[in-house]
């Protein structure tokens, strides 16, 4: 698959959708309404710019940009999760726009965001590379990407996320399609998961790169 050829996802996206609507239907988050904290640390130093959260759900990292006054753009499949996380916003006192769209349709731009997160988008490969390559190209000079989500051994070593392994990944899965961009952090992290019957250990992919100014 070159860079500018798109994976079909007609079937994916059609079942998908329905699903993950089903999944949000209920009127509480189905995730906290706090940001991921990993990405939070992350970009908490960065001085607000324009921000692009790619697959964002509920909008809960979306909310807590906009609240630190970056611009953001927020793209999701999921009609509802948008109806809830543009509730989140409102309650919050800030403005993001909610795009309702397929990351591997939607035109995600050309070096137009100084900021771009790709969180727990847990595709099959060609589907994660090919979005992985227009979030990079999304990034205007001297931006920064962070890209997280389930590690490949998560599977076997970790608790929680997806038990399909073609849709885990590891930090050089997501280096790999970042050409041009100069990474910074690529590494597994342990993430404490709180059970009710105690604490468990997630292992999350982590890449942060940017654009050279």
Avoid at 71 to 82: E, G, H, N, P
Avoid at 143 to 169: C, K, Q
Avoid at 197 to 212: C, L, Y
């Amino acid at each position: 698959m070159t860079e500018h050829t798109r994976p079909s996802s007609s079937v994916r996206a059609g079942f998908a959708r329905e699903d993950w609507n089903a999944r949000y239907a209920g009127t509480e988050l189905l995730w906290t309404a706090q940001p991921n904290r990993l990405f939070a640390a992350e970009v908490e130093g960065l001085p607000p710019g324009r921000a692009l959260d790619v697959a964002c759900g509920e909008g809960r990292n979306a909310v807590w940009l906009a609240e630190r006054g970056w611009r953001v753009t927020a793209i999701d499949f999921s009609d509802v999760a948008l109806a809830k996380a543009a509730r989140l916003a409102e309650s919050r006192g800030v403005e993001v726009e909610w795009v309702v769209g397929d990351v591997l349709e939607h035109e995600l731009g050309a070096q137009a965001f100084d900021l771009v997160a790709v969180l727990y988008l847990q595709l099959p490969h060609p589907e994660l590379a090919f979005v992985l390559r227009s979030a990079g190209a999304a990034l205007a000079p001297g931006g920064t990407l962070v890209a997280i989500g389930h590690d490949t051994t998560n599977l076997t070593d970790g608790y929680g996320g997806p038990r399909d392994p073609s849709v885990l990944f590891t930090p050089d899965d997501v280096v790999a399609e970042l050409g041009g961009l100069v990474v910074e952090r690529a590494e597994r992290v342990r993430r404490a998961v709180s059970l009710e019957t105690g604490e468990a250990t997630a292992i999350d992919a982590f890449v942060r790169a940017r654009r050279s100014p």
